[in-house]
């Protein structure tokens, strides 16, 4: 079955997940369109070994070649909801297309089959996604793609090696946060299911905004703003991810750190005044705690706060 063409905008909410199935690790792009979760690509490392040979056997000791393949999620009209474990961050329009080049380019390096993907197709008013070969694509002249492909094809490199590989290149991201491990047996932090052409749902699924770096240079007034945030975020889903106080401190988060990238403060006064307006608004949210104690103490989101409104009070004569 041929999966329908899709009609998106650049400003879309694109995505790219690190997913693991039992001890298999891949990576999954999708996007957030008419509050479904479209997957737009699936990528991950299998081995060229016989099947008859055991799993782990082939991934801890063989130094057989190995190749990424397009993973058999998308078009595939037979796949029950499938539970997952996760962990999804938000990425550009630019950064998709860029990824897809990049992946364009391994299968061309492997020598393997061509890898398969919704590809953009535009036109002036908007951009139509159509499932294709990722040969489709023109190259690009200054893609970085510095990484070493070779790391990709030894099994000696496990799934989870490689899945990594892959979501760093995809999202730029350094270091992919907490709970998440390079030992492909570690099962990532947050569930979710898998479906034929679907992953989990809009109000369900734990999306990571652009990292601080993508609005500001580092070490920069509002740059040490949106990194406790950011982290913040990061460390809430870690734990108790079906408790709904942690969806709704994430959401909440979320959108403060949003609102202060798109509407950037202009002075340290300024931006004093609108933390200290979100938090007497969210005092009761923020101060909850997600598990029962026996003695009362700050939670670790007020904490964040405290320090970052002391932070702010002590620069309000440094602009941005």
Not at 21 to 30: C, D, I, Q
Not at 71 to 98: M, W
Not at 269 to 277: G, N, P, Q, S, V
């Amino acid at each position: 079955m041929i999966p329908p063409k899709l009609t998106v905008a650049k400003d879309s909410h694109f995505f790219i997940a690190l997913c693991q199935y039992k001890t298999h690790s891949f990576v999954n792009a999708g996007i957030i369109l008419n509050k479904e979760v479209r997957l737009l690509a699936s990528f991950g490392k299998v081995s060229a070994i016989e099947p008859t040979c055991a799993y782990f056997i082939k991934t801890l000791f063989s130094q057989t070649k190995a190749h990424i393949r397009s993973e058999p999620l998308i078009g595939n009209g037979n796949i029950d909801a499938t539970p997952v474990t996760y962990k999804a961050y938000e990425i550009s329009y630019r950064q998709y297309v860029e990824f897809l080049l990049y992946m364009k380019q391994i299968a061309k390096n492997q020598q393997s089959p061509s890898l398969t993907a919704y590809c953009p197709s535009p036109d002036k008013a908007a951009i139509t996604l159509v499932w294709q070969s990722l040969d489709c694509l023109e190259d690009a002249e200054n893609l970085n793609n510095n990484d070493q492909h070779q790391h990709l094809n030894l099994i000696t490199n496990s799934c989870r090696h490689s899945a990594l590989t892959l979501l760093r290149q995809g999202t730029g991201l350094k270091h992919p946060g907490s709970g998440v491990s390079s030992f492909f047996f570690k099962q990532l932090p947050l569930t979710t299911t898998l479906e034929t052409d679907a992953m989990g749902l809009d109000d369900s699924l734990y999306l990571l905004p652009l990292p601080p770096e993508a609005y500001a240079v580092p070490d920069s007034p509002l740059h040490n703003i949106l990194q406790p945030l950011y982290l913040r975020l990061d460390n809430l889903t870690v734990s108790h991810q079906a408790n709904p106080l942690t969806r709704q401190k994430f959401s909440a988060i979320k959108a403060l750190y949003l609102s202060l990238t798109q509407s950037q403060p202009t002075s340290m006064a300024l931006l004093l005044e609108r933390l200290t307006a979100w938090v007497k608004n969210n005092q009761t949210l923020i101060g909850s705690h997600r598990q029962s104690h026996w003695i009362s103490f700050p939670t670790a989101t007020e904490k964040v706060f405290d320090a970052l409104l002391k932070d702010v009070a002590a620069q309000t004569k440094i602009a941005f």
